[in-house]
């Protein structure tokens, strides 16, 4: 009889480098209008970890969850990947950065967010990990000013800018402390900037890693730390020295490819299957497909199968089943 072993364990197995029962598989989603408040976002991530099993549960808040406090707004108008669209920014001139008071996890929206993350943790118990969703300090600029003044900002006002990343890292920092003492097994780390299209090496350097380390280090009593570099054309090779147990990336659709990127970084690589072209608009058939090709192409070890980021809300329930099955053999 084949011992079954439980996510945990399985995780624990793979991060250590050795050959698990299987590979390990995850997906993650945005739950729209639910990920307002702490208690319907922990209910619809339960139902969706409960229908498909996966082997982590990463919790997926609203993506401008960190700057509600500071009066960022946004709305929902039905994007398939789950995201909201902002609709006010708190930041226009370089004085408003000043106007920023630092934010307690354990007030307003943040600990409503701490609160879901209670219940989640308390309902799966022990048998799977849970990681909970932090961006980076600089994607948190970003949604305080807005995708066109960001640049403006970084290049007319850097003293300004500086103070608030400094007073952002610091407490992000605080919350991804209490994030862990809650009972996360360790934190989701969104960066978005580090790409061509919107930064270079040497820019990326001075506004991100700057203020990434400081904020993953407040994560080292975490186990399961992963790192998401979202979009094309990623720093890769930036990253891997980053104290971080897993790296996602967009890896079907953007170099390095999967076994590439496990030769350059010295944890588990997660990926495989493309979120759009095969996940969401593919069939079964297709999903298995790349699932298999991703776990012969790394061996199935230091590998977890997954997407280049969430599963759209339009995922097909038939394609979520195919890549939870696909590691079953």
Request: with cysteine.
């Amino acid at each position: 009889m084949i011992k079954t072993i439980s996510h945990r364990e399985r995780m624990k197995t793979c991060l250590a480098g050795e050959q698990p029962d299987r590979p390990p598989v995850a997906m993650w989603r945005h739950f729209p209008v639910d990920d307002q408040r702490g208690d319907t976002l922990a209910a619809a991530q339960l139902h969706f970890q409960r229908t498909y099993d996966w082997d982590l549960l990463k919790v997926t808040p609203a993506s401008g969850y960190f700057v509600y406090d500071w009066g960022v707004e946004d709305a929902w108008n039905g994007h398939p990947h789950g995201t909201r669209d902002y609709t006010k920014r708190v930041v226009q001139s370089p004085e408003d950065w000043k106007r920023l008071d630092p934010l307690s996890p354990h007030n307003g929206h943040l600990q409503e967010m701490l609160s879901g993350l209670s219940q989640i943790i308390e309902a799966v118990g022990d048998d799977t990990p849970v990681i909970f969703t932090v961006f980076n300090p600089l994607s948190q600029l970003k949604k305080l000013v807005g995708d066109q003044n960001l640049e403006d900002h970084l290049t007319n006002y850097p003293d300004e800018v500086t103070r608030a990343l400094e007073m952002i890292t610091e407490c992000t920092k605080d919350f991804v402390l209490a994030v862990i003492q809650t009972g996360a097994d360790g934190i989701f780390y969104a960066v978005q900037h580090a790409r061509p299209a919107l930064m270079s090496r040497e820019e990326y350097i001075r506004w991100g890693r700057t203020y990434d380390i400081p904020v993953l280090q407040a994560a080292a009593d975490g186990w399961l730390n992963l790192l998401h570099l979202h979009g094309n054309d990623v720093y890769f090779d930036q990253f891997v020295d980053y104290p971080v147990q897993v790296i996602n990336w967009h890896d079907q659709e953007t170099e390095p490819d999967l076994k590439t990127g496990q030769a350059a970084f010295q944890g588990v690589v997660c990926g495989g299957i493309r979120q759009e072209a095969a996940l969401n608009l593919g069939t079964a058939e297709d999903v298995r497909r790349e699932a298999l090709a991703a776990i012969e192409a790394t061996s199935g070890k230091r590998f977890i199968l997954g997407t280049g980021c969430v599963a759209p809300t339009t995922t097909p329930h038939g394609n979520l089943i195919a890549a939870r099955g696909a590691v079953e053999g």
